[in-house]
Every structure is written in structure tokens, then in C-alpha cells.
T-cell receptor
Framework: NAGVTQTPKFQVLKTGQSMTLQCAQDMNHEYMSWYRQDPGMGLRLIHYSVGAGITDQGEVPNGYNVSRSTTEDFPLRLLSAAPSQTSVYFC???????????FGDGTRLSIL | EDKVVQSPLSLVVHEGDTVTLNCSYEVTNFRSLLWYKQEKKAPTFLFMLTSSGIEKKSGRLSSILDKKELFSILNITATQTGDSAVYLCAGNTPLVFGKGTRLSVIA
């Protein structure tokens, strides 16, 4: 049972590049979400999804896109990377919204 | 704007001490208060609290919620070095996290 799997674990980008952070869960969870964690800032919600085909913005959505075409996958896209997006990104899922979430191990992203 | 405030931000104690971590919240669509422990990587779930005054316990850890005062505490008794971590509090829903309390337990 893999739980929540994030890839890649580390990535370095140049300003202006685009990339997709992958997140997959094998627990048949309806609710999935993306957070970023910066030093001294805690975890901040970027986007979330209550089920396939439904997404919504969190606290800090600017510069990021998401889609949820299947229950299992919830990729996060950076359209034009900026140094301010250097952070650790966590994907999380739960069976339903409001229930405790399971977190992936994170992707450490550096943008030069 | 939803807000969760944790205190203290950091804490250093000796093994065997008892610690209390604090969490206050202002969450518009409040359903529950969650506590997580974060060591090197992913946060791991500790407790979810939905009702006032009902203590939840797991070994040496316990937590309680006061919905009137919009407050929760996490207690750790007889601390061990393995308790060293960042403890995160979050109001639901959607999850709004506090900045965390970094607990260091020294032998």
C-alpha cells in the first residue's frame, strides 16, 4: 500500500520554466490537496479537490494550476516558475473533506 | 480571513518533562481541529477534535478542544528525545495550519 506518492522528490528549475509536480494516491480518497511549506510559515493551501473533475483555490493559488481527471491523480503545474515559488510542496489526501489527511513525503523545489 | 496561531513557536525541554502546546483558531466553516507531528518529512496525524471538553489520548499524548474559547492544547507527558519534532495545529475546513511549535527534547 503506497499511500500518497509524490514525484519528483527534488527539482531545480530556472526562472520562467514550467513543470508539473505529480501526486498519486491508491487509497480511493475523494479529497486531495496541495500545500507549500516555507520556513516560519507553516503549511499553506494552494489548491484542493473534493472529487474528480472538481477543483478549487486555496490560500495561495497564484502561479499554480491543477486538474483532477481521475480520483487517483492530482498534478500541480507551475506555468512560469519564479524564485518566490522555491519551497517544499506537499500533496495530501483523505477519504472525504474534513477528515484527517495523509501526506506525501514532499517535493523540494528550488527556482534559480 | 481564517487564522490559526500556535504558541510557543519553539520549546526546549529535558527528557521526562511535561509540555503543553497551545493553539487558538478563527475558522469560518469550522468542523474540527487537527494536530499533526512533523519530523523530517511528511506530517503525520495525531488527533482530530470536534467536540468541546472531550479529551483524546494516545499514550503520553493528549489533546482537548474548547469551542467556546476557540482554543486547543496538546499535552505530552514524560517527554522523550523521540518527541522532538514540529507540532502543527490546523483548523478545518479547508485546512488552515498554524506555523507550528518546534519541540526539542534533550537527554
Amino acid at each position: 500500500n503506497a499511500g500518497v506518492t509524490q514525484t519528483p522528490k527534488f527539482q531545480v528549475l530556472k526562472t520562467g520554466q514550467s513543470m508539473t509536480l505529480q501526486c498519486a494516491q491508491d487509497m480511493n480518497h475523494e479529497y486531495m490537496s496541495w500545500y507549500r511549506q516555507d520556513p516560519g510559515m507553516g503549511l499553506r493551501l494552494i489548491h484542493y479537490s473534493v472529487g474528480a473533475g472538481i477543483t478549487d483555490q486555496g490560500e495561495v493559488p497564484n502561479g499554480y494550476n491543477v486538474s483532477r481527471s481521475t480520483t487517483e491523480d492530482f498534478p500541480l503545474r507551475l506555468l512560469s516558475a519564479a524564485p518566490s515559488q522555491t519551497s517544499v510542496y506537499f500533496c495530501a489526501s483523505s477519504y472525504l473533506e474534513g477528515q484527517p489527511q495523509h501526506f506525501g513525503d514532499g517535493t523540494r523545489l528550488s527556482i534559480l | 480571513e481564517d487564522k490559526v496561531v500556535q504558541s510557543p513557536l519553539s520549546l526546549v525541554v529535558h527528557e521526562g518533562d511535561t509540555v503543553t502546546l497551545n493553539c487558538s483558531y478563527e475558522v469560518t466553516n469550522f468542523r474540527s481541529l487537527l494536530w499533526y507531528k512533523q519530523e523530517k518529512k511528511a506530517p503525520t496525524f495525531l488527533f482530530m477534535l470536534t467536540s468541546s471538553g472531550i479529551e483524546k489520548k494516545s499514550g503520553r499524548l493528549s489533546s482537548i478542544l474548547d469551542k467556546k474559547e476557540l482554543f486547543s492544547i496538546l499535552n505530552i507527558t514524560a517527554t522523550q528525545t523521540g518527541d522532538s519534532a514540529v507540532y502543527l495545529c490546523a483548523g478545518n475546513t479547508p485546512l488552515v495550519f498554524g506555523k507550528g511549535t518546534r519541540l526539542s527534547v534533550i537527554a
